[in-house]
């Protein structure tokens, strides 16, 4: 199982930009997506996360500006940020728990950067 994380990149505050994550491989079902991040010198933290059936959780400092969503479909998940801030600069990690036909195990994609700055 692969997953390919995109839409990162350099934005104004107060900005928008969308994150995807695409996982591919023998995938029966994702259970939990969720967004991570790691700022400089942090260390990483949840920042929202979605469950099959849709409920969401997301962290304090994003409610209200960020959305997840997800297409069970094409097993893909996304992640909307608007009203983007200065403090919100890093890089974004998608990690999915996947149902194979063998096991359940947490995979992570490969981090797409982050950064909002005039």
């Known amino acids: 199982v692969q997953l390919q994380t995109s839409g990162g990149g350099l934005v104004q505050p107060g900005g928008s930009l969308r994150l995807s994550c695409v996982a591919s491989?023998?995938?029966?079902?994702?259970?939990?997506m969720g967004w991570y991040r790691q700022a400089p010198g942090k260390q990483r933290e949840l920042v929202a996360a979605?469950?099959?059936?849709?409920?969401?959780n997301y962290a304090d400092s994003v409610k209200g500006r960020f959305t997840i969503s997800r297409d069970n479909a094409k097993n893909t998940g996304y992640l909307q940020m608007n009203s983007l801030k200065p403090e919100d600069t890093a890089v974004y990690y998608c990690?999915?728990?996947?149902?194979?036909?063998?096991?359940?195990?947490?995979?992570w994609g490969q981090g797409t950067k982050v950064t909002v700055s005039s």
């Open positions: 990690k999915s728990r996947v149902v194979s036909t063998t096991s359940i195990d947490d995979f």
């Open positions: 491989g023998r995938i029966l079902r994702i259970n939990i």
């Open positions: 979605i469950t099959s059936s849709g409920s969401t």
